[in-house]
Structures are given as C-alpha cells and as structure tokens.
C-alpha cells in the first residue's frame, strides 16, 4: 500500500451526476483527456493543475474515515498514461462502491484489467460531434449492453447524430435495462443547466430513459 498514483484532485464531495448521485465519494482526477468537448466543466482545471503524487495509504485511510465511495474521473481515465494507474486503484483499494467516469476511449481495456467481484459501476459517456464519433459509440455501445455495471451517460444536444444514437439505443438495449441509460444537460453555469433541463426531459420522455441533473454545477459542491 506505499505505493503512489499521479492525480491533479484528491478531495471529498458526492457524485454529482447519473444513476449514484448523492453518493459521498473521494474524488480522484487524471489530468490527461483525449477529447476537447466544448461545454467541459473541467476543461480549465486539467489545463492549469499541477500533477502530484498521492499515497493509495493515505486515500484508504481517507474512505475509511469519511466512509466514501470511489470516484475515479479525468481527463480520461483509461487513456495509456493513466489506465494502469486506474486500474490500481480499483484493485488496490477497498471501498463500499466505486465509479469510473469515462468517454470510453478504452473502457473495455480498464474492465478487463479490474478484479472480479468489486462494487463498480463504470459510467460511459460519449462525446458524439461527427460521424465517426456516432459509429464508435454504436459499436462499444453494442459490445457493453450485457454488461450490468456498465451505465450509459450522454450529455444530450439537439443534434440530428445525437437523436441518431438515442434512436439506436432505443432499438437495441432491452425495455428491462432502460435504467442503465441517462441524459443529461449541456452547460457550465447553473443557469445554462437549468434552462437546458426542459429539452432534456422531453427527451427522456420520448426515449424512456433517465434524467440526471448535473448536481455538483447546480448546488456548488464541486
């Protein structure tokens, strides 16, 4: 346990955003993202914060006297330069529940890497802006649905490939697993949030999905 994984974040808040928001959870953030989405929340964090090392020690110390889940998010977790690391930490550590938050650059990669029998819920979220971005979702959206901890997050636009992706979800992911997808806003500030939720649950009603809010923004905890 003395050994040390490299983050820009260690701090407790509560996930903010899909199917365990409201869990109290450390937050552990990689610095590097192989995307540059336009509406990132932490876009200016991962540019501007200085990498540090930080003892697993002292992280299990830290759930264990806050009684925390696992937050692990980037950046991108299971790019090369953190997936390793990522992995580690899903391993290494014991926790009640863990997410991972990633745009599924290789998600599969960091599943397979990761222990039997752990409490995780891996959260794919894809980062959809031209065709190429709808047929890779497609396909690793085909590949996960069987999986049971694996949840589907997707920031939700008015854009013809964005509707083209919920139309094939709808298609193809099973009435009985309908929770495992959510939709939620776009938007940095509270009030883009706020004003973007209407559109989102019209369509979480045409699609019978889930809507997540995007708490951390909304109520300032993160």
């Not at 701090?11 to 903010?16: E, H, N, V």
């Not at 029998?117 to 085909?142: C, V, W």
Request: proline letters at 5%; one cysteine or more; glycine letters at 4%.
């Amino acid at each position: 346990m003395d050994k040390t994984v490299t983050l820009i974040e260690n701090f407790c808040s509560y996930q903010g955003e899909g199917p365990d928001s409201g869990q109290a959870m450390i937050i552990l953030r990689f610095k590097t993202c192989n995307r540059k989405c336009p509406w990132c929340d932490t876009a200016v964090k991962m540019r501007i914060s200085a990498e540090a090392p930080y003892k697993i020690q002292d992280i299990q110390k830290t759930i264990y006297e806050t009684r925390s889940g696992l937050l692990i998010t980037g950046g991108e977790p299971t790019v090369p330069r953190h997936i390793e690391e990522a992995a580690m930490l899903l391993n290494a550590l014991e926790y009640p529940i863990a997410n991972v938050e990633t745009n599924g650059y290789d998600l599969l990669g960091l599943y397979e890497r990761v222990h039997d029998q752990r409490n995780i819920h891996f959260i794919y979220s894809p980062k959809i802006f031209h065709s190429g971005d709808l047929e890779a979702a497609m396909e690793l959206t085909n590949q996960i649905l069987d999986y049971d901890n694996i949840f589907i997050k997707v920031v939700y636009e008015e854009e013809p490939l964005v509707h083209t992706y919920l139309e094939y979800l709808t298609s193809v992911i099973d009435k009985s697993k309908c929770h495992k997808v959510w939709l939620m806003p776009e938007g940095v500030t509270r009030p883009d949030l706020i004003q973007n939720s209407e559109k989102v649950f019209d369509a979480c009603e045409r699609y019978k999905f889930n809507f997540s809010s995007r708490n951390h923004i909304i109520f300032g905890f993160v």
